[in-house]
């Protein structure tokens, strides 16, 4: 039973569905305790514990315009901190079972949750609600006035006369030519990097539709694969270098005892990373590859251009090259899934189809292009599919049934007015 002193009230909801974040924090501050409470009847006292609740406020915080009361905002609330325990009690088990399978038998203990406060977790869930990523204009701009306070330095050189000048001009040249030398290093390693991808040789790993899973690379690092994807590991992986390519999502937790870097190739990105956990989204059919860092940094290169991210920022690159900042609602689209969630926001039903195929396995049908044309948002748990044609029904006014074998979603009937 959800306690009454939890509560929502009619003003706390009208402030919370007009996006004021004041509200949620004042329901941090005050019911924390409680929600942690109530996430360690399934998790006991574990680390873990305010991750659970930080998810759930954050999913309570997206959801916010859905509710339709403040009685349903708080039931709602509760049942987010149970599902986000019951997730989190999942992810642990399995980690359990991949550490018994694959680790070295090291038992590690978790620290107590009390080591994280109310304050503490309001500045984790006020950086999840409002995603960070780098500036990638100021950083082109820097760029360009570089090359352009180079480039003046050089022309000033060459209208001097002066030997000491020209001997300056020289070694200034000399310079550049080191550094050319130095960037074509750079780029031929590059272009080794991708031959020893695309070569039969490489190692071809992938997950199924509907499939989950997670691995332990040659070098100790992990990778938890979303569905429908294909992971490429370059020869001699964590001997030579450590390459590997990802077509579709996935989350990487790099080791951090090798003197290679990391390098992740998704879609026209390339990230770097030492010692760092970040999540990658770049499914070939998708229009944006998606990358975010959860804990230390990372170094994305996008042709010639370079953007360094830290813990929480992240960057969104379309096929042509341009990046963008990456809203609340395009990351939890992108990295819902690695919470248990499928998730859509805006978008047609002919492009939802293929997402739902791939997450459950399931084949839909619309029945007609009005209906596929039909723009949704939804949210369901991974691997109900009742639940996620319920969701589909709901928030796009249709009725799920069978036209011969066919799965067909199909307009639901208009309540007659008596």
Request: aromatic share 6%; proline share 4%; net charge neutral.
């Amino acid at each position: 039973m959800f306690a009454t002193a939890s509560m929502i009230d009619a003003t706390q909801f009208a402030a919370l569905r007009d996006g004021k974040e004041e509200a949620l924090h004042t329901l941090v501050t005050q019911h924390y305790t409680a929600w942690l409470d109530e996430v360690q009847r399934t998790l006991g006292t574990s680390a873990a514990a305010p991750r659970a609740v930080e998810h759930a406020v954050v999913a309570f915080w997206r959801d916010r315009e859905s509710y339709t009361s403040a009685e349903d905002a708080t039931t709602q609330l509760w049942a987010l901190v149970r599902e986000a325990a019951a997730r989190e009690h999942g992810r642990l088990a399995m980690l359990h079972r991949f550490e018994s399978h694959e680790g070295d038998g090291t038992h590690r203990t978790a620290v107590g949750h009390d080591l994280v406060t109310a304050a503490q977790l309001w500045e984790r869930v006020q950086t999840a609600i409002r995603p960070r990523v780098a500036d990638a204009a100021a950083i082109a701009a820097e760029h360009a006035r570089q090359r352009h306070d180079a480039a003046e330095h050089l022309k000033a050189l060459g209208t001097r006369r002066n030997p000491v000048w020209v001997i300056a001009g020289l070694a200034v040249v000399a310079a550049a030519a080191a550094l050319v030398m130095r960037w074509d290093a750079k780029a031929s390693a590059r272009a080794k990097a991708a031959r020893a991808l695309a070569s039969p040789e490489a190692q071809q790993l992938a997950s199924g539709a509907g499939q989950r899973g997670s691995l332990r690379l040659a070098d100790g690092s992990t990778v938890m694969l979303g569905s429908g994807v294909k992971l490429t590991v370059a020869p001699q992986f964590a001997k030579s270098w450590r390459a590997v390519r990802i077509d579709g999502a996935a989350q990487f937790s790099v080791a951090h005892d090798s003197p290679l870097p990391f390098d992740v190739w998704a879609g026209p990105a390339i990230i770097r990373a030492t010692g760092t956990a970040f999540e990658v989204s770049a499914y070939p059919d998708e229009a944006l590859t998606m990358i975010r860092v959860t804990n230390g940094s990372v170094l994305v290169t996008v042709g010639e251009a370079k953007y360094p991210l830290q813990t929480r920022e992240a960057l969104a690159v379309d096929a042509k090259g341009e990046v963008r900042v990456p809203t609340s609602a395009m990351l939890d689209e992108a990295f819902g899934w690695a919470e248990g969630w499928f998730v859509v926001n805006d978008r047609p039903l002919r492009e939802v189809l293929p997402v739902v195929q791939r997450w459950y396995g399931l084949e839909l049908h619309g029945k007609d292009d009005v209906v596929l044309a039909r723009r949704l948002s939804a949210r369901a748990p991974l691997g109900a599919t009742r639940e996620v044609i319920s969701a589909l029904e709901r928030a796009g006014s249709l009725r799920f049934g069978y036209i011969g074998p066919n799965m067909v979603l199909s307009d639901a009937p208009t309540p007659r007015t008596r």
